[in-house]
């Protein structure tokens, strides 16, 4: 393991630490080395070729910003399901960071939805806010094409919170779920049905989006 932080050192770029340190102000500047997304991604790809992961992801919790996201890129790597999943469910309580959550994306989740599902409700339920906001992308990624259904939409509408990181989240679904199936989303974005702030910054967010249409752009602004 201490191989691997050498390794992160010597990736290190100082002007893009204090530039990532910004960007997730709830952790301090000292728990950033300064490495690049796309340098962690190939560590973390070379990491599971070589079966030399296993090491670090037992250990948690990590010190660096780094380690937890190059623990996201090495779970999404790995193909057999039920290790993610038991390496996922132990990770997340460690999670402090939005982009570690939305950056964890495990390849093998899109083909086990229906026992990804059930655990998916178990994680919206979560006391910890990345496990929230875990389980609302993985709504987002996986349930809002052919196997779109509003219960689902339901699931994250009916959370009741203050957390930033969370309604964030939730604005981001209702966003995306706008582009993909308006008709049926449009109701939740109407007064009334998710509470004001996530609703005005959903609808912000569809707004912006270059998927949704100019005739729905112009009824979504009717709605502010």
Known sequence: MNNIIKNLYAAADAGYRDFNSKLIPNISKDCFIGVRTPILRQFAKDLVKSEQYKDFIAY???RFFEENQLHAFIISEIKDFDVV???TERFLPYINNWATCDQLSPYVFKKNLDV???HVCKWIKS???YTVRFAIKTLMQYWLDDKFNTKYSDMVANIKTDEYYINMMRAWYFATAAAKQYDQILPY???GKIDEWTRLRAIQKA???FRVT???KKELRALK
Do not use: G, R, T
């Open 214 to 216: 100019d005739a729905h």
């Open 207 to 209: 707004m912006e989006s």
């Open 116 to 118: 990804l599902y059930k």
């Open 60 to 62: 948690l919790p990590h």
């Open 189 to 191: 974005l109407k007064s």
């Open 85 to 87: 999943i038991k390496e």
């Open 127 to 129: 006391k910890d806010v």
